[in-house]
Structures are given as structure tokens and as C-alpha cells.
């Protein structure tokens, strides 16, 4: 059973960065995606930004130029960087893993406010 423990969720002003860490332990499958989604209230949860094993990235378009998704399969820790964070990228960022063939797995949520 794989677990994912996240971390570096806050309050940011306007135009601040912070970085988002997942770590998975457990049994991890050498092929899978991690990667990070968002529920903002009264919203779905969407994706954020994923990244394969073979370090594929994706991102929301809204997203786009403002994040970064990293990973470290050693670590089997993913990253995400948030520049120029802007009020309506507050919400639950939510760590997820896909691996082949089986049940994805979901961290239990790192709250980001952003915030003047």
C-alpha cells in the first residue's frame, strides 16, 4: 500500500511563490504518474500538473508559465513550484498517484490561501 504525505501548503500574497512536496512511501510501481490537483470551494477538484516516471509533465492551462512539476524517483517525492500566485489559485492541493494498472492513490490535502 503506498502513502503520500504533503507538505509547504500557506498564505501568500498576490505575485508569491511556494513549493509544494509529496512524498510516496510504500510499495510504489516503477511506472505511474504523480501528480497535483486543486479544490477550490463550491469547485470540482481539477488537475494542477502531473508528471510521468519518464518525467512527462502536464499542466492546466492556467497553470501554464506560473508552475513547475518535478519529480525525484529516488526520493519518490514530487514537487510543485508556484510563482506569481494569483487569489484564484487558492484552494486544497491534493498530492495523486496513478500507478499502471491499479488504484490511484490521493494525499489527504495542503491547504494554499493566497492573499493580500
Known amino acids: 500500500q503506498v502513502q503520500l504525505v504533503e507538505s509547504g501548503g500557506g498564505l501568500v500574497q498576490p505575485g508569491g511563490s511556494l513549493r509544494l512536496s509529496c512524498a510516496a512511501s510504500?510499495?510504489?510501481?516503477?511506472?505511474?504518474?504523480m501528480g497535483w490537483y486543486r479544490q477550490a470551494p463550491g469547485k470540482q477538484r481539477e488537475l494542477v500538473a502531473a508528471?510521468?516516471?519518464?518525467?512527462?509533465?502536464t499542466y492546466a492551462d492556467s497553470v501554464k508559465g506560473r508552475f513547475t512539476i518535478s519529480r525525484d524517483s529516488a526520493k519518490n517525492t514530487v514537487y510543485l513550484q508556484m510563482n506569481s500566485l494569483k487569489p484564484e489559485d487558492t484552494a486544497v492541493y491534493y498530492c495523486?498517484?496513478?500507478?499502471?494498472?491499479?488504484?490511484?492513490?490521493w494525499g489527504q490535502g495542503t491547504l494554499v490561501t493566497v492573499s493580500s
Open positions: 510504500g510499495s510504489i510501481f516503477v511506472i505511474n504518474v
Open positions: 508528471v510521468t516516471s519518464g518525467l512527462t509533465p
Open positions: 495523486n498517484y496513478k500507478p499502471a494498472g491499479n488504484l490511484e492513490v
